[in-house]
Protein backbone atom coordinates (compact mmCIF):
# COMPACT_ATOMS: atom_id res chain seq x y z
CA UNK A 1 0.00 0.00 0.00
CA UNK A 2 2.98 2.26 0.71
CA UNK A 3 4.42 2.04 -2.59
CA UNK A 4 0.86 2.45 -4.00
CA UNK A 5 0.10 5.67 -2.19
CA UNK A 6 3.97 7.28 -2.70
CA UNK A 7 3.29 6.38 -6.94
CA UNK A 8 0.30 8.44 -6.80
CA UNK A 9 1.17 11.06 -4.91
CA UNK A 10 4.50 11.60 -6.91
CA UNK A 11 2.04 11.32 -10.23
CA UNK A 12 -0.10 14.48 -8.83
CA UNK A 13 2.90 16.20 -7.85
CA UNK A 14 4.46 15.70 -11.57
CA UNK A 15 1.21 17.27 -13.25
CA UNK A 16 1.30 20.17 -10.82
CA UNK A 17 4.85 21.12 -10.92
CA UNK A 18 5.22 20.59 -14.83
CA UNK A 19 2.81 23.05 -16.03
CA UNK A 20 5.74 25.18 -16.33
CA UNK A 21 7.56 22.51 -18.72
CA UNK A 22 4.32 23.04 -20.95
CA UNK A 23 4.66 26.72 -21.22
CA UNK A 24 8.52 26.07 -21.99
CA UNK A 25 7.88 23.58 -24.67
CA UNK A 26 4.87 26.23 -26.42
CA UNK A 27 7.58 28.50 -26.58
CA UNK A 28 10.08 26.74 -28.95
CA UNK A 29 7.79 25.24 -31.65
CA UNK A 30 9.71 27.00 -34.07
CA UNK A 31 12.30 24.69 -33.59
CA UNK A 32 13.33 21.34 -36.11
CA UNK A 33 11.11 18.75 -35.25
CA UNK A 34 13.84 16.28 -33.85
CA UNK A 35 15.06 19.19 -31.27
CA UNK A 36 11.71 20.16 -30.25
CA UNK A 37 10.56 16.98 -29.51
CA UNK A 38 13.77 15.76 -27.42
CA UNK A 39 13.13 18.94 -25.46
CA UNK A 40 9.33 17.82 -25.14
CA UNK A 41 10.36 14.73 -23.63
CA UNK A 42 12.46 15.09 -21.33
CA UNK A 43 10.27 16.13 -18.42
CA UNK A 44 8.31 12.93 -19.12
CA UNK A 45 11.58 10.65 -19.34
CA UNK A 46 12.91 11.82 -16.24
CA UNK A 47 9.66 11.47 -14.30
CA UNK A 48 9.58 7.87 -15.72
CA UNK A 49 12.86 6.74 -14.61
CA UNK A 50 12.34 8.16 -11.33
CA UNK A 51 8.35 6.47 -10.65
CA UNK A 52 9.62 3.07 -11.82
CA UNK A 53 12.41 3.54 -9.35
CA UNK A 54 9.76 4.18 -6.62
CA UNK A 55 7.90 0.73 -7.82
CA UNK A 56 11.10 -0.76 -6.49
CA UNK A 57 11.25 -2.76 -10.00
CA UNK A 58 14.65 -3.20 -12.22
CA UNK A 59 14.05 -2.51 -15.75
CA UNK A 60 16.46 -3.79 -18.39
CA UNK A 61 16.44 -3.22 -22.19
CA UNK A 62 18.28 -5.30 -25.53
CA UNK A 63 18.58 -3.53 -28.30
CA UNK A 64 18.65 0.11 -28.12
CA UNK A 65 21.65 0.30 -31.05
CA UNK A 66 18.70 -1.40 -33.73
CA UNK A 67 17.09 1.74 -33.51
CA UNK A 68 17.14 3.71 -36.91
CA UNK A 69 17.40 7.23 -37.37
CA UNK A 70 14.43 9.19 -38.36
CA UNK A 71 10.90 8.28 -37.69
CA UNK A 72 9.54 4.68 -36.72
CA UNK A 73 6.71 2.91 -35.70
CA UNK A 74 7.61 0.61 -32.59
CA UNK A 75 5.05 -1.71 -32.45
CA UNK A 76 4.73 -3.12 -28.91
CA UNK A 77 2.81 -5.69 -26.78
CA UNK A 78 0.36 -4.32 -24.02
CA UNK A 79 1.24 -5.93 -20.99
CA UNK A 80 0.16 -3.28 -18.45
CA UNK A 81 -0.74 0.29 -17.45
CA UNK A 82 3.33 0.63 -16.83
CA UNK A 83 4.63 -0.39 -20.40
CA UNK A 84 4.20 3.64 -21.26
CA UNK A 85 6.43 4.83 -18.68
CA UNK A 86 8.88 1.95 -18.93
CA UNK A 87 9.26 2.77 -22.65
CA UNK A 88 9.24 6.46 -21.63
CA UNK A 89 12.10 5.87 -19.60
CA UNK A 90 14.00 3.70 -21.75
CA UNK A 91 14.25 4.15 -25.29
CA UNK A 92 15.76 8.10 -26.40
CA UNK A 93 14.07 8.13 -29.45
CA UNK A 94 11.43 10.96 -28.41
CA UNK A 95 7.94 9.18 -29.37
CA UNK A 96 4.13 9.97 -28.96
CA UNK A 97 1.56 7.21 -28.39
CA UNK A 98 -1.91 5.66 -29.85
CA UNK A 99 -4.48 5.82 -26.83
CA UNK A 100 -7.76 6.01 -26.32
CA UNK A 101 -9.43 9.29 -25.85
CA UNK A 102 -11.02 9.25 -22.57
CA UNK A 103 -7.35 9.97 -20.96
CA UNK A 104 -8.01 13.85 -22.62
CA UNK A 105 -10.23 14.50 -19.92
CA UNK A 106 -7.07 14.47 -17.35
CA UNK A 107 -6.32 18.01 -16.66
CA UNK A 108 -2.59 18.72 -17.25
CA UNK A 109 -2.22 15.20 -18.55
CA UNK A 110 -4.15 15.72 -21.56
CA UNK A 111 -1.57 18.93 -22.28
CA UNK A 112 1.39 16.87 -22.08
CA UNK A 113 -0.56 14.21 -24.60
CA UNK A 114 -0.46 17.14 -26.67
CA UNK A 115 2.86 18.19 -26.46
CA UNK A 116 4.50 14.82 -27.05
CA UNK A 117 2.04 14.15 -30.13
CA UNK A 118 -0.17 11.34 -29.31
CA UNK A 119 -2.71 10.37 -31.19
CA UNK A 120 -6.19 9.49 -29.35
CA UNK A 121 -8.71 7.44 -30.72
CA UNK A 122 -12.08 7.15 -30.43
CA UNK A 123 -12.98 3.93 -30.73
CA UNK A 124 -17.00 3.84 -30.94
CA UNK A 125 -16.59 6.90 -33.32
CA UNK A 126 -15.30 5.21 -36.54
CA UNK A 127 -15.18 8.28 -38.37
CA UNK A 128 -13.10 9.71 -35.69
CA UNK A 129 -10.91 6.60 -35.18
CA UNK A 130 -9.85 7.16 -39.37
CA UNK A 131 -9.58 10.73 -39.37
CA UNK A 132 -7.24 9.94 -35.65
CA UNK A 133 -5.05 7.37 -37.84
CA UNK A 134 -4.55 9.62 -40.99
CA UNK A 135 -2.98 12.74 -38.45
CA UNK A 136 -0.68 9.43 -37.29
CA UNK A 137 0.54 9.36 -40.46
CA UNK A 138 0.85 13.08 -40.93
CA UNK A 139 2.98 13.34 -37.88
CA UNK A 140 5.11 10.23 -39.12
CA UNK A 141 5.82 12.09 -42.37
CA UNK A 142 6.66 15.16 -40.30
CA UNK A 143 9.49 13.31 -38.91
CA UNK A 144 7.68 12.15 -35.26
CA UNK A 145 7.66 8.78 -33.80
CA UNK A 146 4.71 7.03 -32.49
CA UNK A 147 4.37 3.79 -30.38
CA UNK A 148 1.26 1.32 -30.83
CA UNK A 149 -0.23 -1.56 -28.58
CA UNK A 150 -1.89 -3.20 -31.56
CA UNK A 151 -3.25 -5.84 -29.25
CA UNK A 152 -5.96 -2.75 -28.11
CA UNK A 153 -6.52 -3.34 -24.55
CA UNK A 154 -4.10 -4.98 -21.79
CA UNK A 155 -3.02 -8.63 -21.62
CA UNK A 156 -2.05 -8.52 -17.95
CA UNK A 157 0.75 -10.49 -18.22
CA UNK A 158 -0.99 -13.71 -20.49
CA UNK A 159 -0.30 -14.73 -23.65
CA UNK A 160 0.46 -11.97 -26.53
CA UNK A 161 -3.10 -11.23 -27.70
CA UNK A 162 -4.09 -10.74 -31.85
CA UNK A 163 -2.96 -7.90 -33.39
CA UNK A 164 -4.92 -5.56 -35.40
CA UNK A 165 -3.44 -3.75 -38.20
CA UNK A 166 -3.57 -0.25 -37.58
CA UNK A 167 0.10 0.53 -36.51
CA UNK A 168 1.04 -1.80 -39.90
CA UNK A 169 -1.04 0.71 -42.12
CA UNK A 170 0.60 3.58 -40.40
CA UNK A 171 4.15 2.33 -41.04
CA UNK A 172 3.05 1.70 -44.77
CA UNK A 173 1.19 4.65 -45.71
CA UNK A 174 3.87 6.76 -44.32
CA UNK A 175 6.60 4.64 -45.46
CA UNK A 176 8.76 4.39 -42.12
CA UNK A 177 10.27 1.57 -40.50
CA UNK A 178 8.17 -0.50 -38.01
CA UNK A 179 10.13 -1.56 -34.92
CA UNK A 180 9.18 -4.62 -32.75
CA UNK A 181 9.52 -3.95 -29.08
CA UNK A 182 8.85 -7.29 -26.62
CA UNK A 183 7.82 -6.11 -22.90
CA UNK A 184 7.96 -9.02 -19.96
CA UNK A 185 7.34 -8.27 -16.42
CA UNK A 186 5.41 -5.03 -16.07
CA UNK A 187 1.66 -6.58 -15.19
CA UNK A 188 3.58 -8.10 -12.39
CA UNK A 189 3.76 -4.36 -11.05
CA UNK A 190 0.92 -3.72 -10.12
CA UNK A 191 -2.54 -6.36 -12.15
CA UNK A 192 -1.21 -9.49 -10.82
CA UNK A 193 -1.20 -7.73 -7.02
CA UNK A 194 -4.48 -7.36 -6.47
CA UNK A 195 -3.96 -3.13 -7.14
CA UNK A 196 -1.14 -2.79 -5.63
CA UNK A 197 2.48 -1.91 -6.83
CA UNK A 198 5.22 -4.63 -6.11
CA UNK A 199 8.60 -4.76 -7.04
CA UNK A 200 9.31 -6.47 -10.35
CA UNK A 201 12.01 -7.97 -13.22
CA UNK A 202 11.25 -5.87 -16.36
CA UNK A 203 12.76 -6.47 -19.97
CA UNK A 204 11.91 -4.60 -22.79
CA UNK A 205 13.61 -6.18 -25.93
CA UNK A 206 14.15 -3.99 -29.60
CA UNK A 207 13.73 -5.77 -32.57
CA UNK A 208 15.29 -5.22 -35.67
CA UNK A 209 13.29 -2.47 -37.75
CA UNK A 210 11.27 -3.96 -40.73
CA UNK A 211 10.78 -2.16 -43.94
CA UNK A 212 7.11 -2.32 -44.79
CA UNK A 213 8.16 -1.53 -48.63
CA UNK A 214 10.25 -4.42 -48.79
CA UNK A 215 6.98 -6.53 -47.52
CA UNK A 216 4.57 -4.80 -49.72
CA UNK A 217 3.26 -7.79 -51.25
CA UNK A 218 2.18 -9.03 -47.90
CA UNK A 219 -0.97 -8.32 -46.92
CA UNK A 220 -1.68 -6.24 -43.21
CA UNK A 221 -2.97 -8.89 -41.48
CA UNK A 222 -0.21 -11.20 -42.34
CA UNK A 223 2.34 -8.60 -41.85
CA UNK A 224 1.08 -8.08 -38.62
CA UNK A 225 1.06 -11.74 -37.59
CA UNK A 226 4.98 -11.85 -38.44
CA UNK A 227 5.56 -8.74 -36.09
CA UNK A 228 3.45 -10.24 -33.29
CA UNK A 229 5.21 -13.55 -33.92
CA UNK A 230 8.83 -11.65 -33.75
CA UNK A 231 7.61 -10.15 -30.05
CA UNK A 232 6.46 -13.41 -28.81
CA UNK A 233 9.46 -15.62 -29.49
CA UNK A 234 11.68 -12.68 -28.30
CA UNK A 235 9.86 -13.00 -24.52
CA UNK A 236 10.03 -16.65 -25.01
CA UNK A 237 13.36 -16.40 -25.08
CA UNK A 238 13.59 -13.35 -21.91
CA UNK A 239 11.90 -16.60 -20.06
CA UNK A 240 14.78 -18.87 -20.89
CA UNK A 241 17.32 -16.44 -20.03
CA UNK A 242 15.83 -15.93 -16.57
Known sequence: MFRLITCFLYISGFLFYSIPQLARIKKVSHLPINERDKIAH???KRFSKTFMKLTGSEVSVEGLDL?????????????????????????????GFVSKIEVKKVPILSS???????????RKNREQALNSMQEGV??????????????????????VLPFKVGGIRLAQDAGVPIVPIAIK?????????????????????????????IHYHKDYKELAEEVRRIIIDSREESNIAS
Open 185 to 213: GTADVFEKNGRLIKPAQIKVTIGDPINPK
Open 42 to 44: EYP
Open 112 to 122: WLDAINCILID
Open 67 to 95: IPEGPVVFIANHESDFDIPVLLGTIDKPF
Open 138 to 159: KLLKEGHSLVIFPEGRRSMGGP
